[in-house]
């Protein structure tokens, strides 16, 4: 398990299993890599099962992933669910439990899902589920009628498939108090004059009343009802019509009720279809006569229901009944079957087979040198072989005489004609013949400018069609499609010397198609395609405002309304980063307007957002600014200045923020000491200032102030209150006093400012400003004022002189006091430009000047910089700057002008940087391949490409996707998709074809160079058809005339989901197979009503998948309806034994001589110890068996063996073995086997050998021989192969000439090897004399002789030591130098499991 980690600090990470930590072991380890971190188990056993969890820390926070282990059994070891048992119906007393239970197979262990009326069942306090030993139960205790009466479903699935099971359950009262209908009436359909059964189900054993049309029923002889256990039954014997009622059975207040229809029973044939034999490509019509006008027939062939179509067709005539099959063939012939109801005729179609001919000839043609030349034939029969001719010479088909077939078309194609491929061409099928000419002419006239292949033109705009022709009196003739274009209203036609015109005006999707001019025997074609109307984006930039303003929390719209065709695509950004959407950014686009809605903004939020609009006719960007505003922070606790009998001067700090909005007024409130309840002062007015005087108080009354900051978002929380007040005349003689002093402040030019200061003193002091420590003379350019203790010098326009050093003095009798402050003029530097010039893209070659005004006090430096370099004048490039002004000139810009240009202006003041981005755009690189085939369909192909490393400095607009048919060889465009699409789906393609294509990019410069790929793709489905479901068929709920039907799904769904599966149904006796029904691709189960009581029924299903129906299955066994299936009788016996060792013994049985109704699904073998009485199963085999060896049992004891039939309903009693039977002594491996080991040379490089049997076999049946070789230089035996024990003859092939091998001969049993036999003297490979070169070593022993290759490099194993159990270590020597082993251990045990 693998996870990428990234984090900075890096992060601890820790593993856990279950919430525990994972400990490194020999078998589990942990290793990291950079980023990557992995825990590896090398051997997966149960305990390692659980939750894996890896978490990573740092000090920034923490991160989880996690992934479950599970373990999964083998593929080859897979069964899939299989319920043993059907569930019956339940009926429980309320209060009591429901308790279902059912035994299931299949391995691995299947999953266990409950469901009530289709609703999974989950456990609760109520509801207990277990699963143990293949028994699954399901537990609903104190049972409610209204809550836990319905369906119940048991599904048990595993990888290898799924079953299921359904009960009825029936909650009631207790016992004795209420019995229901646990089985409801069926409507019924029938005939005049047949029998009909109505058959109901009680939940106990009781009398029911039947009902006709609310009149009981009595018994008759035309009417019996009888009762069986819990089963009731109402028969009503010669239907007629008037038979057709309600009926209803009653219990108590219970009833279930039913309707019957009686049709009119169908006639009989007064005349039966006849035999017929008719001749291919003629018609064939057989014809039924019916006794009555109005039955239907159905016309079968072979079975298979016929339907009408271009080639069959049903008719009705009066009391006739036709089957008209037309253009009849070879695969017609069969047995064709007419079915009225319950009767049916077959009769026979032989087709007498005609010879092919030709249906279309090929006619004569003329053409232009170097044109195309084609003929064309259709023939009858597609498989026919023809012979194609020139001047009666056969002609051996090249490049240059091409032949293509199409089914029952063939065309002869001469891809570029000369004088020599005039003459007489002719074909021949069988003794038939066509002939046609072929004329050559040379041109009257040549083109020296042709039409293109193809012309695209957008919506109503005009075309005009030019070609140039050799000759200026040649006469011209314009067509499209074939047909001359006469001038007209739309159509201008212009002749000027050599040149001619068409003018097609306004076109329309009516002008599609080929034009082509045509002048003497020559002609030149176009096909007009005509491209959608594309206008580029337009914004209404007026309708913009250029500052939204929104408060904190609140929802921020901006509607952005434009035009284009067709609909751009839609790019929000903000601050140059991509707008994101969210839960709380939403972007809406119609053809008309964009609309960006940011829900409960956040301060982040503010920015500059910028709307771009691309489509391929070009692009368009609006910006606005999005200002977010909050409520002011809390102002400065107010403090009083000066105090007077009835009024309060207050002064107080602004808030450190205003919220992003200014301040529009303070709220003043106030209460007496006496009071708690705040009144507010300027109700009225607004106070901009940060003082006021509150006037109108009471005097001697103590009173507290606080202020509360306004602005657009609203009120800021109130100012800490002062203290308590006391409002009364003030005391004389007071000095001045600064209670706020003037600050040093820097100001830029040109600028209206104010000194401030905040003064005291009584008597009122007076004001005085100094400048630089003289008296300032107050001028236009200085005002002064003195209100409310607020001594104010306000500078209407400030310019490089105002910088300086001011003092406020204030003087009354009682004193003097002075304030002072710095005042610097600085202009920080602003660089002015029209926002366009910020990113610019101009194709290359082209000319750019970038023009920047700035201002600054003082004169700011001007720097630039070109992608974070210096730039500078030089001989392709020209940087200039004035007092005011800076430019950057380039003439003929390049690739690599494009960049980031970085004007920077530095003052005392302040420092301002500008990025101006240019783009130099050219057309894109080619998108990226390869080309993905991302999906291949029977008429389409998805296609997938990267986007070209390059765009060329301009976005991609769109894509265009061309096609070519590999057979034409012409490029046709298919469709363009816009720049975020990088994948296709083309349709229309012909299915069987061959196709190339191409892709390119293209942005506002042109189209790049195509993306081709690399071989054509065939066209076709890939998909097939689904196999046949799979049985066997289950079969529940049988009446006498209804049940349900189960099967199982296909092993191969085609490759696609099955849409449905399609149920038939054919009487044992008769031909024609007839629907019952169809399902969806999910339900595995139908419905089957209508059949008839006690006769046999074949049924089939098929699957249906997309590409169409798969074959069906159908079980030989018939199914009857009425007829109960049960469990098939015990296999026929006795149980032999016909072949015992020490570990295994042999079994042989019979078939049982009853199969329950139904097929038999198999055998299951177990066996049990004569010392215990558990039986343990072996194997369960197919039906088809009937004889096994069981293995690995156990020596010297005793074994009784069984054998039980197993069908869907579930399994038999068993064939159990008499007696005990004795597996024999311990085995010894076998004697050696005997002398002599013959060995004669066949060739350079192989032997024949021969031995003879052992003379003992160990006690245990021989299984075979192993024969191993050793090269006399070499000191490795190698293990040649084996041969079955009844084999003592082999041929050794591929042996080195001139090399010596010693042989040995093992004999093998099911205990081990025996010592080996080995050749007295080693053997040397010498070539024969007699020898010759005639192939394969051994002459005629090959035939008869089995043969085994020896390489000196071997895959065999070759038993080398066996050593004590305490050992841990081998040494092994004389090894080949230089030479590579494989060695292995194997660990032996009496006692492995318990």
């Known amino acids: 398990m693998t996870a990428k980690v990234v984090g900075k600090p890096p992060p601890k990470v820790s593993w856990f299993c279950q919430g525990k930590p994972v400990v490194p072991s020999r078998n589990v380890k942990i290793t990291t890599s950079n980023e990557e971190h992995t825990l590896i188990i090398e051997e997966v056993k149960p305990e390692h099962v659980g939750v894996y969890e890896l978490k990573a820390e740092n000090n920034m926070g923490t991160a989880t992933s996690s992934a479950t282990l599970r373990i999964k059994e083998s593929p080859e070891k897979q069964e899939p669910p299989r319920f043993v048992e059907e569930f019956k119906p339940l009926v429980v007393p309320e209060n009591d439990t429901v308790k279902l239970v059912a035994k299931v197979r299949g391995t691995p262990t299947p999953e266990i899902t409950w469901f009530k009326d289709g609703k999974q069942l989950k456990p609760t306090k109520n509801i207990k589920q277990t699963f143990e030993n293949g028994i699954c139960t399901l537990e609903i205790f104190d049972a409610k009628p209204e809550k836990d009466s319905g369906e119940y479903k048991c599904v048990a699935s595993n990888p290898a498939g799924k079953d299921f099971l359904t009960a009825n359950v029936q909650v009631g009262d207790k016992p004795g108090e209420k019995i229901v209908f646990t089985r409801g009436l069926k409507n019924e359909e029938t005939v005049e004059d047949s029998t009909v059964t109505f058959i109901c189900e009680t939940s106990k054993e009781t009398n029911v009343k039947w009902f006709i049309d609310d009149k009981e029923v009595s018994l008759s002889d035309k009417v019996k009802f009888k009762d069986e256990g819990k089963q009731h039954f109402l028969v009503i014997t010669k239907v007629t019509k008037a038979d057709a009622k309600t009926l209803k059975c009653t219990v108590g207040p219970e009833s279930t009720v039913a309707k019957l229809t009686v049709n009119e029973a169908p006639g009989e044939f007064l005349e039966k279809p006849h035999d017929l034999e008719v001749k291919e490509r003629d018609m064939a019509i057989f014809v039924a006569k019916l006794s009555k006008l109005n039955d239907t027939v159905t016309w079968h062939k072979d079975g298979e229901h016929i339907k009408n179509d271009d080639r069959h067709q049903i008719v009705e005539d009066g009391n006739f009944r036709k089957l008209i099959v037309n253009d009849v063939n070879v695969l017609d012939e069969g047995e064709y079957t007419c079915v009225l109801g319950d009767q049916e005729c077959t009769v026979e179609l032989n087709v007498i087979e005609l010879p092919p001919e030709f249906k279309t000839k090929m006619v004569d043609v003329t053409v232009v040198e170097n044109e195309p030349a084609s003929f064309q034939i259709e023939l009858t029969k597609g498989d026919a072989k023809v012979k194609w001719f020139k001047d009666n010479k056969e002609i051996q088909f090249s490049e240059q005489l091409q032949l293509a077939i199409s089914g029952k078309q063939q065309r002869l194609v001469i891809p570029q004609t000369s004088k020599k491929d005039a003459g007489v061409y002719s074909c021949e099928i069988g003794k038939q013949k066509c002939t046609a000419t072929l004329k050559v002419e040379v041109p009257t006239v040549e083109f020296l400018m042709k039409l293109s292949e193809k012309t695209s033109v957008p919506q109503e705009t005009d075309v005009t069609l030019t070609v140039k022709v050799s ?299 100094l400048k630089n420590g003289k008296d300032l003379p107050l001028r236009k350019l200085y005002t002064a004022s003195y209100e409310d203790n607020v001594a104010k010098l306000h500078i209407t326009e400030t310019t490089e002189k105002s910088a300086g050093k001011y003092t406020c003095r204030a003087t009354n009798a009682v004193g003097t006091a002075d304030t002072t402050c710095n005042l610097k003029i600085q202009a920080s530097p602003k660089a002015i430009f029209e926002e366009s010039v910020k990113i610019q893209k101009l194709k290359i070659s082209s000319s750019w000047q970038l023009v920047v005004h700035y201002t600054g006090f003082p004169t700011p430096n001007v720097t630039w910089n070109f992608n974070d370099k210096l730039l500078e004048s030089s001989k392709h490039s020209l940087v200039q700057t004035t007092d005011d002004t800076t430019t950057v000139t380039i003439h003929s810009i390049t690739a690599e002008d494009s960049g980031t240009y970085n004007l920077v202006l530095q003052n005392e003041a302040g420092t301002e940087i500008v990025d101006f981005v240019l783009k130099a755009m050219d057309k894109p690189m080619a998108p990226e391949g390869p080309i993905v085939i991302e999906k291949v369909d029977k008429d389409s192909i998805t296609l ?277 039977v004795r597996l024999l002594a311990d085995a010894k491996p076998p004697s050696p086997p005997t002398d002599p080991l013959e060995i004669r040379i066949t060739g350079p490089s192989s032997v024949l050998i021969e031995w003879g049997q052992p003379e003992f076999d160990g006690g245990a049946p021989l299984e075979g021989y192993t024969v191993a070789i050793k090269d006399v230089k070499k000191t490795m035996w190698m293990e040649v192969g084996q041969v079955k024990a009844d084999i003592q003859k082999l041929i050794i092939k591929e042996l080195q000439e001139g090399h010596t091998y010693n042989i040995r001969i093992f004999a093998k049993n099911e205990v081990g090897l025996s010592e080996p036999l080995e050749a007295e003297e080693p053997v040397k490979v010498v070539r024969p004399a007699d020898y010759m070169e005639t192939g394969d070593a051994g002459g005629a022993d090959q035939e008869v002789t089995p043969s085994l290759s020896f390489s000196t490099t071997s895959s065999s194993w070759m038993r080398e030591a066996n050593v004590d159990a305490d050992i841990h270590s081998f040494a092994r020597h004389s090894l080949l130098r230089r030479s590579e082993y494989f060695f292995r251990i194997w660990y032996y045990s009496d006692k492995l499991f318990k």
């Open 471 to 769: 000759n200026p009196d040649a006469k011209t003739k314009w067509t499209k499609n074939g047909k001359e274009i006469k001038p007209n209203g739309r159509h201008d036609v212009s002749v000027d010397k050599t040149i001619r015109k068409l003018v097609i005006k306004k076109v329309t999707n009516k002008e599609v198609g080929e034009y082509s001019c045509v002048v003497g025997n020559i002609r030149t074609t176009t096909k007009l395609v005509v491209e959608e109307l594309k206008k580029p984006p337009v914004i209404d930039v007026e309708s913009i405002q250029n500052i939204h303003t929104v408060v904190k929390g609140n929802t921020l719209t901006i509607m952005v309304p434009f035009t284009a065709t067709p609909v751009p695509r839609v790019e929000w950004t903000v601050d140059e980063v991509m707008v994101k959407r969210s839960e709380t950014t939403v972007i809406e686009t119609t053809e008309t307007s964009s609309t960006l809605t940011i829900n409960k903004v956040r301060d982040g939020d503010g920015g500059c957002y910028t709307l771009r609009l691309v489509n391929p006719a070009g692009e368009a960007m609006v910006s606005t600014t999005v200002k977010i505003i909050d409520k002011p922070l809390v102002p400065g606790k107010p403090e009083p200045t000066a105090v007077t009998a009835d009024s309060v001067t207050l002064h107080w700090k602004a808030p450190d923020f205003d919220g992003g909005s200014p301040i529009t007024n303070y709220l003043i409130e106030y209460h007496e000491k006496s009071e708690y309840k705040w009144t507010s002062y300027n109700v009225d007015f607004t106070i901009s200032e940060t003082h006021t005087k509150v006037t109108k108080l009471n005097t001697s009354v103590e009173y507290t102030f606080r202020v509360t900051a306004v602005n657009d978002a609203g009120n800021s929380e109130p100012s800490v209150p002062t203290r308590y007040i006391l409002v009364k005349d003030p005391i004389a003689g007071e000095a001045p006093r600064f209670i706020e002093e003037l600050k040093d402040t820097c100001i830029g030019l040109k600028e209206k400012f104010a000194l401030v200061c905040k003064v005291k003193g009584q008597p009122t002091p007076d004001i005085k400003w």
């Open 944 to 1220: 997938s490409w990267k986007p070209p490393l390059s765009d060329g400095g301009s976005d991609i607009i769109s894509y265009s996707i061309e096609k070519c048919d590999t057979k034409r060889k012409v490029w046709l465009r298919v469709t363009s998709v816009d720049s975020d699409t990088l994948s296709t789906k083309i349709t229309g393609l012909l299915e069987g074809s061959e196709y190339n294509f191409r892709i390119y990019a293209e942005n506002i410069c042109g189209m790049s160079c195509p993306l081709e790929t690399f071989e054509p793709i065939l066209v076709k489905c890939p998909f097939d058809f689904p196999s046949a479901p799979t049985g066997p068929f289950h079969v529940t709920g049988m009446d006498d005339t209804s049940f349900t039907l189960k099967w199982n799904p296909p092993d191969n769904d085609g490759g696609c989901p099955i849409l449905s599966y399609i149920v038939e149904k054919r009487e044992m006796s008769k031909k024609a197979w007839q629907e019952v029904g169809t399902t969806d691709g999910k339900t595995l189960h139908i419905e089957v009503v209508g059949v008839k009581l006690d006769t046999p029924y074949h049924f089939r299903v098929s699957a249906q998948n997309e590409v169409g129906t798969g074959p069906s299955y159908m079980q030989e066994d018939t199914i009857t309806p009425g007829k109960k299936i049960t469990p098939p009788s015990a296999p026929s016996g006795p149980l032999k034994v016909s072949d015992v060792s020490s570990k295994s013994v042999t079994i042989e049985w019979g078939p049982p001589s009853s199969t329950g109704g139904a097929e038999l699904m198999g055998y299951i073998v177990e066996k049990r110890l004569s010392v215990s009485e558990t039986w343990e199963k072996v194997v369960e085999l197919e039906p088809d068996i009937q004889s096994f060896s069981i293995q690995n049992l156990r020596r010297k004891q005793e074994y009784f063996f069984r054998i039980s039939a197993e069908n869907p309903i579930g399994i038999s009693e068993p064939l159990v073995s008499y007696n005990a």
